[in-house]
C-alpha cells in the first residue's frame, strides 16, 4: 500500500503539472485543426511510451533482471538490441512522415494532414529517449524504488509549458517542448546505468525476446484501438478538426485517476508478486482492493462534476461552453469503465509477474476487437462520444474475460462493496453540495467535500482494513 501510494503522490504531482499544460494548450489552440495535428504527431510516441514504459518492457524487464546473475550483460543487451531497432524506426519516420497520417488521422483535412507530416518529424526522436527512460524506470523499480522515478515525468510537461508561453512559435512550442523534455527526462533518470558495465553485445537478447515478445504483442493489439479511435473520429469529423481534441483532453481526465491509480497499483504489484509468487492470489486481492479502493470514487466523482471541472480548467480563450459540454460527454463515457481498466492492469501485471504472457496477449486480442467492433458499431455514428464508449465496454470484456481465466476466482473481498457504498453516498452527497452555487470556482470545494464525505464512510465501514493497510509496506 505504502509503495503504492508513494507512485500515486508522484505520479498525481506530473499529474497536475500535466493538467495545467492542457489548460494552456486548450486556451491558446482549442479543438482547432492545428491542435489536432499535434496531438496525432505526438501519438506515435505515446504508443511506443505504452510498450515501453507501462507495458511489455517493464512486463519482461523486471522479472528477468530482477533474477539475472549478469546484470551488466544481460542490461547490455537489451540496450543495444532495442536501440539498433529504435533507431531504424525513427529514421523511416523521418523519411515518411505519412506514416502517422495513415495510422492515426487518415481523414484528416490537406491542411491537417501538411502540419502532421512536420511535426512528426519533430516528435520522432523522442522515441528513443522515451525508451531509454523506460529501461532505467525499470531498473530502480527493481531495487523496491518508486517514488523519484513516477517524478521524472514532471519534467517534460514543465517544458512543454515553457515553450508555449514562448511568443511566436505557435503550434511548434508544444512540439518542440515534447522532444526536448523526453530527453531531460531521461537524462534526469539516467544515473543507475553508471552502476553498470555496458557493453555492446546480443548475448541474452533472444532470452529477453521469448518473455518480451507476448507482451509486446499484446500492448501493440491493445493499441489498435488508439489507432482506430483516431481513424474513426478523424472520419467522423468530415476533416473539419476538433474530433482528436475532444478525445485527448477528455481522456486526460480518465487518465488520471488510471494514471495514479490503476497504473500505480499495477506497477507495484509486478515486482511485488515477482519476489514472492507463492502468494500469487493474496497479493492479486489486495492489489484490486486497493485498485477499487481509488478509481471506484474517482469514477462517480467525475460523473458528478463533469462540467464544472472541465469549465474550472479548459474553458478559457479559444475553449468554448460548446466544447465544455461535448468533452464532458466523452468523458463521462470513458470513465464508465474506470475500475474495469484498473482492475484489468492490476490482474495483466500479475500474470506477467508469473511468467504467463499468453494469457494477458489473449485479454488483449479480446479488448482490442472488442473495441473495433463498438467504434464500427457506434464510433462512426456518435464520433468522440462513441468512441469513448466503446473504449470503456472493452475493457469490462477484457476484465471479465482475465477473471475467468484465474483458477481462484474468488479475488473480491467484502470490503469491495463497502468501497462502493461509501462511493454512492459520496456521489449523492457532491452532487447536492455542488449545486449550492454556480460560480466556476465551486468546484474546488465540492471535490474536497465529496473527498471528505468518503473518507468518512471510508473509515465507517473499512477501519480494520485501513488499519492493515497502514501496517503494510507494500500493496
Known amino acids: 500500500m505504502l509503495s503504492s501510494l508513494a507512485f500515486a503522490i508522484a505520479t498525481f504531482l506530473s499529474r497536475v503539472l500535466g493538467l495545467v499544460r492542457d489548460m494552456l494548450m486548450a486556451s491558446k489552440f482549442g479543438t482547432s485543426w492545428q491542435a489536432d495535428a499535434y496531438f496525432v504527431a505526438i501519438l506515435f510516441p505515446f504508443f511506443l511510451r505504452r510498450v515501453f514504459g507501462e507495458g511489455a518492457m517493464t512486463s519482461a ?13 544481460f542490461l547490455s543487451s537489451v540496450l543495444t538490441s532495442f536501440t539498433i531497432v529504435l533507431l531504424v524506426i525513427v529514421s523511416t519516420v523521418m523519411i515518411f512522415p505519412d506514416i502517422v497520417i495513415y495510422l492515426f488521422s487518415s481523414g484528416a483535412a490537406p491542411q491537417t494532414k501538411e502540419l502532421i507530416r512536420v511535426l512528426a518529424r ?21 531495487r523496491g524504488k518508486f517514488f523519484y522515478p513516477a517524478l521524472t515525468p514532471i519534467i517534460p510537461n514543465i517544458v512543454i509549458i515553457v515553450c508555449m508561453l ?8 508544444p512540439t518542440w517542448g515534447f522532444l526536448i523534455g523526453e530527453a531531460a527526462a531521461f537524462l534526469a533518470l539516467a544515473y543507475p546505468l553508471r552502476r553498470h558495465k555496458l557493453r555492446f553485445t546480443f548475448k541474452y537478447t533472444n532470452e529477453f525476446l521469448k518473455l518480451f515478445w507476448p507482451s509486446f504483442l499484446a500492448m501493440s493489439i491493445s493499441q489498435i484501438n488508439s489507432i482506430v479511435d483516431t481513424n474513426v473520429v478523424s472520419y467522423y469529423s468530415r476533416g473539419l478538426g476538433g474530433g482528436v481534441s475532444y478525445l485527448q483532453y477528455a481522456s486526460r481526465f480518465y487518465m488520471l485517476p488510471y494514471g495514479l491509480f490503476g497504473v500505480a497499483v499495477a506497477t507495484v504489484i509486478l515486482s511485488t508478486i515477482s519476489n514472492d509468487r507463492e502468494n500469487y492470489t493474496q497479493h492479486l486481492k489486495h492489489g484490486i482492493t486497493s485498485t477499487l479502493f481509488f478509481t471506484v470514487p474517482a469514477t462517480i466523482g467525475l460523473i458528478v462534476l463533469d462540467e464544472p471541472i472541465l469549465r ?13 459540454r461535448i468533452t464532458a460527454q466523452v468523458l463521462n463515457a470513458y470513465v464508465l469503465g474506470l475500475p474495469f481498466y484498473g482492475m484489468y492492469s492490476t490482474m495483466a501485471r500479475a500474470r506477467h509477474a508469473m511468467k504467463d504472457m499468453k494469457t494477458p496477449l489473449k485479454a488483449t486480442t479480446i479488448v482490442a476487437l472488442s473495441n473495433v467492433v463498438m467504434d ?3 464510433g462512426l455514428k456518435y464520433g468522440p462520444i462513441g468512441v469513448a464508449l466503446a473504449t470503456s465496454v472493452a475493457g469490462i470484456i477484457g476484465f471479465l474475460y482475465l477473471l475467468i481465466k484465474e483458477q481462484n476466482k ?44 468518503y473518507l468518512i464512510f471510508s473509515a465507517i465501514f473499512l477501519r480494520h482494513r485501513l488499519k492493515e493497510f497502514l501496517r503494510r509496506k507494500t500493496l
Not at 514562448?166 to 512550442?173: D, M, N
Open 61 to 73: 524487464f523486471v522479472p528477468l533482471y530482477s533474477e539475472s546473475k549478469d546484470k551488466d550483460e
Open 122 to 142: 519533430i516528435t520522432a526522436p523522442s522515441i528513443l529517449f522515451i525508451f531509454w527512460w523506460a529501461i532505467t524506470y525499470s531498473i530502480e523499480n527493481t
Open 166 to 173: 514562448l511568443p511566436g512559435l505557435g503550434i511548434y512550442g
Open 312 to 324: 474550472l480548467f479548459y474553458e478559457y480563450g479559444q475553449f468554448t461552453a460548446k466544447d465544455t
Open 376 to 378: 464500427l458499431l457506434v
Open 410 to 453: 474468488n479475488l473480491f473481498e467484502k470490503e469491495d462493496l463497502y468501497i462502493v457504498l461509501s462511493s454512492l453516498i459520496m456521489g449523492v452527497a457532491t452532487y447536492f453540495f455542488s449545486n449550492i452555487s454556480s460560480k466556476r470556482i465551486w468546484v474546488i470545494p465540492s471535490t474536497i467535500f465529496g473527498a471528505v464525505v
